[in-house]
């Protein structure tokens, strides 16, 4: 242990509890093809860049940006249908994620996840010091509603974290299960809807029925904005009061603010490309299905998962990027053994992918 000046002993290691924990990294390897992390293959257009630069130009930069980000509350409360008091913003779902563990979590506190689901939900768990469950899925991916149910009974979580369209499986929750789990659970109820544009279903709405649901949105994908990281929330104005007791001051910066207030303006135009990906979704996966050798699984998002099914699936991944596309491997990861997840690219860009995974299970 290093000491200091004034002979001190200097305490630098982390903390015991996250001595197993691994960064979060999604792979981001350089590949003609990139297929990975569920962006969208198209640019914003550039009606949006154009106004987006005359904003930022006009910008006073000198001052702290609006703390509170009314203005853009507003105009988030409009697009979504309900009242601005009913919206916060945060600098993208992850950290409005972390601001809900730093709220109702913590010591003594747990949170449940029913995985395979979104990393980052056990991720900021453990990072926020809150007990980690984790309930397990069907091994088709879907909710065992009962047994869910009954684990929230028993366990009586702080947090029950949720995620429809899920990632990495895609497939969605129905409003009767959604309900049961609300009933059931005695904490928050954490509904991440980071692909919702693509299944045409939000359950926004159920926040009037259920005060401890919460449910998280994300500009990242069907907004074609995944480099600005914005993500926003619909809760009861109680709960959003909890979240601004623990946020930074001035977390969202004027460069943010002014960014989504244009991309509002654009929205028509930002979310143009969600039915041609849907369209390109359907077709990947009806190919996938005719593969031999794959399982692919039904996805509400814009992406596919599917299996391997006598194959090694960190080989097939190699093999796909060894011929130049990059996707997902999920292997390594509890109950997905084989499995790899392909985000939906341009008509091209899936050619490329399933040429290339002809070759992969051709080569085994």
């Excluded at 200091?4 to 960064?23: H, I, K, M, N, T």
């Excluded at 992850?94 to 979590?105: I, K, R, T």
């Excluded at 979704?281 to 039904?298: M, N, Q, V």
């Amino acid at each position: 242990m290093p000491m200091s000046d004034s002979g001190v002993e200097v305490r630098v290691g982390g903390r015991a509890d996250l001595s197993d924990l691994q960064p979060y990294r999604a792979p981001q390897q350089d590949a003609p093809v990139k297929l990975n992390t569920n962006e969208s293959p198209y640019p914003p257009p550039e009606a949006f860049l154009s106004d987006l630069r005359d904003r930022v130009a006009g910008l006073v930069l000198h001052r702290y940006p609006e703390k509170d980000a009314a203005e853009v509350r507003e105009s988030l409360a409009r697009h979504a249908g309900t009242l601005t008091e009913r919206v916060w913003v945060a600098n993208g779902s992850n950290e409005l994620f972390m601001q809900l563990l730093l709220a109702f979590g913590g010591a003594e506190r747990k949170a449940i996840t029913f995985e395979p689901t979104y990393a980052m939900h056990s991720h900021v768990t453990r990072v926020s010091g809150t007990r980690l469950l984790r309930g397990r899925r069907n091994p088709d991916h879907t909710l065992h509603i009962e047994a869910t149910v009954e684990a929230i009974r028993v366990q009586r979580p702080d947090i029950v974290f949720l995620c429809s369209p899920n990632n990495p499986t895609g497939n969605s929750l129905s409003q009767e299960e959604l309900s049961a789990i609300c009933e059931a659970a005695p904490g928050i109820v954490l509904l991440d809807e980071a692909y919702a544009e693509f299944s045409g279903k939000s359950f926004a709405p159920m926040i009037e029925d259920f005060d401890h649901l919460v449910v998280t949105r994300s500009f990242s994908k069907a907004w074609r904005l995944a480099g600005a990281r914005v993500g926003y929330l619909t809760a009861q104005p109680w709960l959003i009061e909890e979240l601004q007791k623990v946020s930074l001051p001035y977390h969202l910066s004027a460069f943010t603010q002014a960014l989504i207030l244009v991309a509002l303006k654009h929205s028509a135009e930002l979310l143009s490309t969600v039915e041609t990906i849907r369209y390109e979704r359907d077709r990947l996966l009806r190919e996938l299905s005719t593969t031999r050798g794959i399982t692919a699984f039904p996805s509400d998002a814009n992406f596919i998962f599917f299996s391997c099914d006598s194959a090694d699936g960190s080989v097939v991944w190699q093999k796909l990027l060894d011929r130049g596309v990059l996707v997902r491997d999920f292997s390594d990861v509890t109950g997905c053994s084989g499995s790899l997840r392909v985000s939906i690219g341009t008509p091209e860009q899936d050619e490329r992918f399933l040429e290339a995974l002809n070759d992969a299970l051709h080569d085994l």
